[in-house]
């Protein structure tokens, strides 16, 4: 076999071949000694031999700092503040910001029942939503109810007012709880594990100033996730922000309202493992888009 490819097979033909004097890496000379020229990498004891480097511990010239632990936020976990399904998520100069998780808000078998008419008679579609010009299909399904479109990541949903006949009584249900009124619905239709939504804030300006979402859940269980928006001097980077984690079950309600959206992103991640579909029913109130602006234009910049 010729030399060429008797290398190729035992490194792999991408592999380039090794400079012939590398460090490994991790190693940190000690500046009084002397470094031996005979280093021979990867030999165990025969050939020749280096003489014996030591190992310097250098202070971090930053200060180390921990990422914070998520919190998980589920009906038996009382380790927020809470008054009667409330948690106080934070407090800040936009306000205060809250959940109210209201698990078994439908019964299993009114959820049930509720989730195979919905799954099969809503007008599901996959809607095109465009980032710096670039068009991609969201990776899940949606339908919108609201006497106006509704408008984000640059593309738009017609406005439907002819609600299906089991939306309205929900919403009655939902706005007793939340004592709020909603005249819109964005419905999310998660097929399986690998639909999504990505990191974003419901803070387009059609939805108002610190708007009160409300988010039913039905089907399986999937993992709503929140993570604080960094302080400015951040720089946008999330590594060190507060993050909250809530399992959202068959026939839950979840309420954010406050400065959430101010303050805080939320998505639900793709998963690797087996899931079912999961349908989200996020009821909003929805203006006109002030004159003169563009429609979807978010109070702060986050993608969806
Ligand atoms: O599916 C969910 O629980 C979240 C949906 C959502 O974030 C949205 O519609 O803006």
């Given amino acids: 076999m010729s030399d060429k490819r008797q290398r190729a097979r035992v490194q792999g033909s991408w592999a380039k071949q090794l400079p012939k004097h590398t460090r490994p890496t991790g190693t940190v000379p000690n500046n009084h000694q002397p470094q031996s020229t005979h280093s021979a990498p990867g030999s165990w004891g025969s050939g020749p031999q280096k003489t014996c480097e030591t190992f310097e511990y250098h202070q971090p010239t930053k200060a180390v700092r921990d990422v914070p632990a998520e919190k998980f936020l589920q009906e038996h976990n009382f380790?927020?503040?809470?008054?009667?399904?409330?948690?106080?998520?934070s407090s800040g100069p936009s306000g205060v910001s809250r959940l109210r998780l209201l698990p078994g808000f439908l019964p299993p078998e009114e959820a049930d029942w509720m989730f195979s008419k919905l799954l099969a008679e809503l007008p599901w579609s996959q809607k095109t939503n465009y980032r710096h010009g670039e068009a991609y299909?969201?990776?899940r399904l949606t339908c919108w109810y609201g006497e106006l479109p509704y408008t984000y990541a640059q593309s738009t949903m017609a406005a439907n007012t002819q609600w299906h006949p089991l939306l309205l009584p929900l919403?009655?249900?939902?706005?007793?709880?939340?004592?709020?009124?909603?005249n819109s619905l964005l419905c999310n239709l998660y097929r399986d594990g690998h639909d999504s939504i990505g990191w974003h804030s419901d803070d387009e300006a059609s939805l108002g100033v610190k708007p009160t979402?409300?988010?039913?859940?039905?089907?399986?269980?999937?993992?709503?996730?929140?993570?604080?928006?960094?302080?400015?001097?951040?720089n946008g980077d999330y590594t060190y922000v507060e993050r909250i984690r809530v399992p959202l079950s068959h026939g839950t309600l979840l309420?954010?309202?406050?400065?959430?959206?101010?303050?805080?992103q939320h998505q639900v991640a793709k998963e690797y493992h087996d899931?079912?579909?999961?349908?989200?029913?996020t009821f909003r109130t929805t203006y006109p888009e002030p004159e003169g602006h563009k429609p979807g234009t978010?109070?702060?910049f986050t993608a969806k």
């Fill in 79 to 89: 380790a927020l503040d809470r008054k009667a399904g409330d948690h106080v998520i």
């Fill in 137 to 139: 299909e969201e990776p």
């Fill in 171 to 182: 919403r009655d249900a939902v706005e007793q709880a939340s004592r709020c009124t909603f």
């Fill in 213 to 234: 979402i409300a988010s039913l859940s039905l089907g399986d269980t999937r993992a709503f996730s929140l993570r604080k928006q960094p302080p400015p001097e951040e």
């Fill in 255 to 264: 309420l954010m309202g406050g400065a959430t959206q101010d303050d805080w």
């Fill in 275 to 281: 899931r079912g579909p999961r349908i989200n029913l």
């Fill in 298 to 300: 978010k109070l702060r």
